[in-house]
């Protein structure tokens, strides 16, 4: 009986150190607690830079070389100088991981632990097994199917003047010799085409769509006579990149306002460094707090001071942040462009006190996402 019972103790016992053993696998230390002299890796938390791609329309009107003249064929509401106009078309929010330096710790490990660090040099994966083997089985990757990559959208160009335009295409007499009453006669002229065309008064025999063909151009050399007394207007696209990397506000309850970029329908967008004098377009940071619990926790567990001195000495499991849901919006007159994303420094930084088998990390957010038995 004592013999058994003598096993039993010294089972526990290997089972208890077997446990501790593993358990030193790996730990992580802040700096100033970092052990000199071991097999270890430096790594930051990450961080989250937001990104606002931004789509501007640029609107050039000119001015009709006859518009004084705009009455002879009755037109109203014509562009009377030449002007630049601009107008937000869209702004698109997304998200980039950056490492904060900040919060940077000293990884040790034992050999025989798989330790992976993204491109941003933040930990994605840490364990005994490569991390495709860490993800249960409904989680584990499939090769990516190839997809055909859809061409990027081209920038459009700002055309020549309607007059040069139409000139080259033969659309338009020389305009040296033309007048504002020549110009009313040769759209009288074409407008007489159009009519024979849609009577069947033309000579010769002639298919459907030949027949659409010419009224079309006959449609569109009118357009560029009127022109010349209405005006023209032509447009752009306009893209620009806008990175910002937003602090942790001090109440989390409370919306962060910042400062993207400057904009005016007159000068266009400048830079938030620019001395020009226009409205500064503004994101609005809004927190859901959903890490108000661990923010709590956390808070407690800085207060105990021998857990601190505990955690100084013999370090953690890892270090990881609990990201926060926040919604980013910007507004612009009656236009609202707005996206939910995960903002990894409004959230928690907490830790792992042991050291499981393998752990997975989100490579955007960062936050925990799987724990491998």
Sequence with gaps: MKKIFGKSILLIALSILSIDVFAQQYRSFTLDNAPFGTNGIYYSLPQTELVFDVCIEKITEYKGCYADYAYLLG???????????????????????????????????????????????????????????????????????????????????????????????????????????KAVKQIERLKEKQIDILSGSIDGTYMNNTVEYMYKQLDEMIEAYVAMFAGSRQSEELHYTFTIIPEKPLIVEQDLLVGVFKFSEQEGVKPLNSPSDIPTIVANLHSFNTTKEQTKTEAQKSKDDKLQKRLAKKGVGVYYRIPEKVKVSITSGEKVFDKTVNISQFGQTTCIMDCPSGLLFDPESGALKHIAK
């Design 75 to 181: 037109l109203k509401n014509i562009i009377l100088s030449d002007e630049v106009s601009y107008r937000i078309k869209d702004i698109k929010i997304r998200t980039k991981t950056i490492a904060d330096n900040s919060s940077t710790y000293f990884l040790q490990y034992e050999d025989g632990v798989c330790v992976q660090l993204n491109d941003a040099g933040c930990l994605s994966a840490i364990g005994k097994v490569p991390p495709q083997q860490m993800m249960p089985p409904c989680e584990k990757k499939r090769p990516a199917r190839a997809t055909k990559q859809k061409p990027a959208a081209e920038t459009k160009s700002t055309l020549p003047t309607y007059e040069q335009r139409y000139l080259e295409a033969g659309m338009l007499e020389s305009l040296p010799g033309m007048t504002a009453d």
